[in-house]
């Protein structure tokens, strides 16, 4: 089992709808959790993070942790072709490591 | 500008050869990370330092070293490259580790042939 599972899509939206992105971490002790957004052959930017069970909101962004799931997810409302990347999940386990999922590519089309 | 940069941008190199990537920040981040990319791996680390001369193994260290003798700087080597070591490379920075927002070079595509 990963440590970080994401489904790698792609996960395709139309504009204006509200994109679910989800990710499962295995390690119960882990306490930060980030999502991280990449452009097709760019580095990745941090656009969320989250430390405690409940929602976090940015904007059109908002993180929501499960502690209890293992469950940590990202909501995009009003999605916009912008959007469109690869959204990296990553999560401080107990070891102080960060690992990161395997991405989920969005595709928002107009 | 200040920032993290990594250079080469690109790099092709055979296999058994001795590699190194070279990584620059202008922030005095104490923090500094190497990762690789690979599809359907994400990003994993390599190696991490948490200030000059500590550094510390990550996920997939091994054919790898990396050495910090000065804040700004946060090299990697490959010893003796192999096709396996095909892939982006990413450097990091962080103010206060791992637990805070990592920023990122603009990476390094190595093909070893």
């Known amino acids: 089992q990963k440590e970080v599972e994401q489904n790698s899509g792609p996960l395709s939206v139309p504009e204006g709808a509200i994109a679910s992105l989800n990710c499962t971490y295995s390690?119960?002790?882990?306490?930060?959790f980030f999502w991280y957004r990449q452009y097709s052959g760019k580095s990745p930017e941090l656009i969320m993070s989250i430390y405690s069970n409940g929602d976090k909101e940015d904007g059109r962004f908002t993180a929501q942790l499960n502690k209890a799931s293992q469950y940590v997810s990202l909501l995009i409302r009003d999605s916009q072709p912008s959007d469109s990347a690869t959204y990296l999940c990553?999560?401080?386990?107990?070891?102080?490591?960060?690992?990161f999922g395997q991405g989920t590519e969005l595709s928002v089309k107009p | 500008d200040a920032g993290i940069t990594q250079s080469p941008r690109y790099k092709i190199t055979e296999t058994g050869r001795q590699v190194t990537l070279m990584c620059h920040q202008t922030w005095s981040h104490s923090y500094m990370f190497w990762y690789r990319q690979d599809l359907g791996h994400g990003l994993r680390l390599i190696y991490y330092?948490?200030?000059?001369?500590?550094?510390d193994k990550g996920e997939v260290p091994d054919g790898y070293v990396v050495s910090r003798s000065k804040t700004e700087n946060f090299p990697l080597t490959l010893e003796s490259a192999t096709r396996s070591q095909t892939s982006v490379y990413f450097c990091?920075?962080?103010?206060?580790?791992?637990?805070?927002?990592?920023?990122f070079g603009s990476g390094t595509q190595l093909s070893v042939l």
């Open positions: 990091a920075s962080s103010e206060g580790g791992l637990n805070e927002k990592l920023f």
């Open positions: 990553a999560v401080t386990n107990q070891g102080g490591k960060l690992i």
């Open positions: 330092s948490a200030a000059a001369d500590i550094t």
């Open positions: 390690d119960r002790g882990s306490q930060s």
